[in-house]
C-alpha cells in the first residue's frame, strides 16, 4: 500500500511558477514508477510527466516539455514537479499517482493517487 499526499499549488500569474510535492507513505516507495496528471474543468484527467523507479527514465506531456520538469528523491519518498512559464491553460487540479509497473503515461496502469492540489494560472 502506498499513501500519497500532494502540496505546493496556489494561484499564480502566467509566466510564474509552482513546484508541487507528493509524499509517499511505505518503505517500498523506491519500488514504484510515479506520475503526475492534471484534471481542468469538464476535461478528462490527463498525463502530465511520470518517472521510473531510480528517476533515469521520464516521459512528459509534450506541452509541458522544456516548461516542467519531474524529479524524486527516494531516500525522502518524495517525487517534484517544477513548473515554469506557466499558462492558463495548465489550470487544473493536479494528482500524484504510483505504479508497481513500468514507467507509463496511462493513467489506468496506476494503482494509488493522491486527493489532488489545485493550481491556477490567472493571465
Known amino acids: 500500500q502506498v499513501q500519497l499526499v500532494e502540496s505546493g499549488g496556489g494561484l499564480v500569474q502566467a509566466g510564474g511558477s509552482l513546484r508541487l510535492s507528493c509524499a509517499a507513505s511505505?518503505?517500498?516507495?523506491?519500488?514504484?514508477?510515479m506520475g503526475w496528471f492534471r484534471r481542468a474543468p469538464g476535461k478528462e484527467r490527463e498525463f502530465v510527466a511520470a518517472i521510473n523507479w531510480s528517476g533515469a527514465s521520464t516521459l512528459y506531456l509534450d506541452s509541458v516539455k522544456g516548461r516542467f520538469t519531474i524529479s524524486r528523491d527516494n531516500a525522502k519518498n518524495t517525487v517534484l514537479l517544477q513548473m515554469n512559464s506557466l499558462k492558463p491553460e495548465d489550470t487544473a487540479v493536479y494528482y500524484c499517482?504510483?505504479?508497481?509497473?513500468?514507467?507509463?503515461?496511462?493513467?489506468?496502469?496506476?494503482?494509488?493517487w493522491g486527493q489532488g492540489t489545485q493550481v491556477t494560472v490567472s493571465s
Open positions: 511505505g518503505r517500498t516507495f523506491s519500488s514504484y514508477a
Open positions: 499517482a504510483a505504479t508497481a509497473g513500468l514507467v507509463s503515461s496511462y493513467r489506468e496502469r496506476y494503482e494509488y
